[in-house]
Structures are given as C-alpha cells and as structure tokens.
C-alpha cells in the first residue's frame, strides 16, 4: 500500500505561510515545517516553491467570497458593500497583519516571476470583472448616476480597496478602511 498524499497539508500550509509572511520570508522549510511533513515531500506534489505560491493564490481566490456578488435578491450595492465588509472583517479580526494575498504577490514577487505576475494579473482582473458586473447592474437599476464609467470605477474601487489594505496594515488602524466604506458608498456610488 502507498503512502498518503500530502499535497493538501502542504497546499494549505503555503497558503498560510506566504499569507501571514510573504513570499521572500517564506521558504520550502517553513511551509513543510507547518504542514508536518518532511522536505522532500513537497517536492513530490510542487516542482518549485513559485509553483506551491501559484497554488496558494488559486486558493486564496476562493476565500475572497465573490459568490457574495451576485447573491440572487440582493441589490448590487448592497452586495458590493456587503462583500468588502467581509474582507474588512478578515483584515480587522487578523490584527491588520495579512492584507490581501494577491496585493502582497503584485508588490513582492511580480517584477521577478513572469508567472506569478501573470497570476496576479489575471486575479485582479477576474474581480474587477465581478465589480464591473455589480456595478453595471446597479447603474442599469438607477442606483448610481446613468453617466458613471464603470469599468473605470471598478478597477478604481479595486485599487482603492488594496491601497486601503496597505495603509491599514501600516496604520493598524481601521481609519483607513472607514475612509474607504465613506469614499466608496457615500460620495462615488451614492
């Protein structure tokens, strides 16, 4: 009888050490150390530590809750703001330490790995398209001005919302998120 894999212990375990680390600070021992396997175990499921940081991202996508956007009955703004409430809650419970997985790979690791760049790339591509999405629905509803530019607002909101993450970790304060929740959905979207 074969041995257990270990991909998912060790899967998991990149997620959390590159979340609550960073991808330079993060290396192959740290990640095998937490998943309680040995070395060469990782080796085994990921050809190189950029791969398990591919993996990682592909995971922490699904944690973002974007099926929060498009909750059938909801109206958009609600989902929108319901949506980034979720992950101030995440930033805010964590001690302001982690940030957003994508947003630490863009300013990290991009200009050094065509790869995980491209990750990056198309994750926040992927989730301004959602943003898009809500926010189209909402100007077609009325709930924002006829004339808004919504594929300009949404990748502002995203950009803003990572900047928020950023200035909070640095603030460990909720300021900078308050300011975000007003900036957002009491001047631009109102």
């Not at 257990?4 to 095998?32: C, M, P, W, Y």
């Not at 050094?112 to 591509?125: L, N, Q, T, Y």
């Not at 995203?158 to 998120?177: F, H, M, Q, Y």
Request: glycine fraction near 8%; hydrophobic fraction near 45%; aromatic fraction near 10%.
């Amino acid at each position: 009888m074969g041995r257990a894999s270990k991909r998912e212990e060790i899967a998991q375990a990149a997620l959390q050490q590159f979340h609550e680390n960073g991808f330079n600070a993060t290396g192959v021992n740290d990640i095998t150390t937490a998943a309680g396997v040995p070395k060469g175990s990782f080796y085994n499921h990921f050809s190189s530590k950029e791969d398990s940081a591919l993996e990682a991202l592909s995971r922490y996508a699904a944690t973002l809750r974007f099926e929060m956007l498009s909750t059938p009955g909801v109206p958009p703004l609600e989902r929108l703001r319901a949506h980034f409430e979720f992950l101030s809650r995440d930033t805010v419970d964590n001690g302001f330490v982690r940030g957003c997985l994508v947003g630490n790979f863009g300013a990290e690791v991009a200009d050094h790995s065509p790869e995980i760049r491209a990750a990056v790339k198309g994750g926040f591509d992927a989730w301004a398209e959602r943003i898009r999405q809500v926010l189209g629905e909402a100007r077609d509803n009325g709930d924002v001005d006829a004339a808004l530019d919504v594929p300009a607002t949404a990748l502002f909101i995203l950009s803003a919302w990572e900047g928020t993450l950023i200035t909070a970790r640095a603030d460990k304060s909720t300021a900078p998120v308050d300011a975000f929740f007003r900036t957002v959905f009491d001047v631009i979207l109102r």
